[in-house]
Nanobody, 130 residues
Framework: QVQLVESGGGLVQPGGSLRLSCAASAVSGRIFSVNTMGWYRQAPGKQRELVASITITSKSKYADSVKGRFTISRDNAKFTAYLQMNDLRPEDTAVYYC?????????????????????WGKGTLVTVSS
């Protein structure tokens, strides 16, 4: 009933930039708030790792490997999070996933306001290569 949709991935040369977006929406319903949103990534043969997260009050944190290069932001009115990635490196190559830890919504199936937890997008591939 609630979905996260990522966009913005692609192929970029080392040193280049990409901007990822993650939009939350309710199928046949409405979202009222989204708590903390985060970006994770998973490279081939590696575990999924947290890249950056941002609370509803825009307090953010980053993995050490991306500090100073990546910036996470959000638009609460649009229930959307962004990840601006600069100075990309080959080791940034991965599938990037969006997560929302708690979403307040209603829908035609659940008309009462409901808190759902731990939502994930399907992922968007970022490839950094020359």
């Amino acid at each position: 009933q609630v979905q996260l949709v990522e966009s913005g991935g692609g192929l970029v040369q080392p040193g280049g930039s990409l901007r990822l977006s993650c939009a939350a929406s309710a199928v046949s319903g409405r979202i009222f708030s989204v708590n903390t949103m985060g970006w994770y990534r998973q490279a081939p043969g590696k575990q999924r790792e947290l890249v950056a997260s941002i609370t509803i009050t825009s307090k953010s944190k980053y993995a050490d490997s991306v500090k100073g290069r990546f910036t996470i932001s959000r638009d609460n009115a649009k229930f959307t999070a962004y990840l601006q990635m600069n100075d990309l490196r080959p080791e940034d190559t991965a599938v990037y996933y969006c997560n929302a830890d708690k979403i307040l919504y209603n829908s035609s199936v659940t008309p009462r306001l409901t808190y759902g937890e731990d939502y994930w997008g399907k992922g968007t591939l970022v490839t950094v290569s020359s």
